[in-house]
């Protein structure tokens, strides 16, 4: 299954408790991921689940491969701002991000990106506040059986 993550406000919460990074990594990190993120990247390696980013920012794909790594997670495929405006633009204006175009079959944000009731905003999962999100996010990732 693919599954990708939004970034800003899903995986990097400046205001959140972060995962902690030994100190010369630390130097190389601009940014943080959200505390939670290895244990739910963990659980969905385990079944095989290589998680994808799908950002609108303009980080550039390198340096969020990077902030990944640094933390020693992998990711498939980053899909950030540049490649996206086109896409979206023959869908409409309605949609904020267009998961399906990507192949992504699930895409986690803390924002509705599809209108209500489209058939694309059955394939959204919303991340929640709490410190317990990635947990909540498991069991709704997890494959069935
Ligand atoms: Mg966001």
Redesign the pocket.
């Known amino acids: 299954m693919n599954v990708s993550f939004?970034?800003?406000?899903?995986l990097i919460c400046p205001d959140k408790p972060v995962e902690p990074l030994a100190w010369p990594l630390r130097l190389l990190a601009r940014e943080r991921l959200r505390m939670g993120t290895r244990e739910l990247f963990a659980r969905l390696g385990q079944s095989g689940i290589v998680p994808s980013i799908y950002t609108t920012s303009l980080r550039s794909p390198t340096s969020v491969r990077l902030l990944f790594r640094l933390h020693g997670l992998r990711l498939d495929r980053i899909v950030t701002a540049h490649h996206h405006g086109e896409k979206l633009a023959r869908r409409g204006g309605e949609y904020a991000k267009i998961p399906d175009e990507y192949g992504f079959a699930v895409h986690v944000?803390?924002?509705p990106v599809c209108p209500p009731g489209s058939p694309m905003d059955s394939r959204i999962v919303l991340v929640e506040d709490g410190p317990e999100w990635h947990t909540k996010l498991w069991t709704q990732l997890r494959p069935r059986e």
Not at 6 to 10: E, H, P
């Open positions: 939004d970034l800003d406000g899903t944000d803390d924002a």
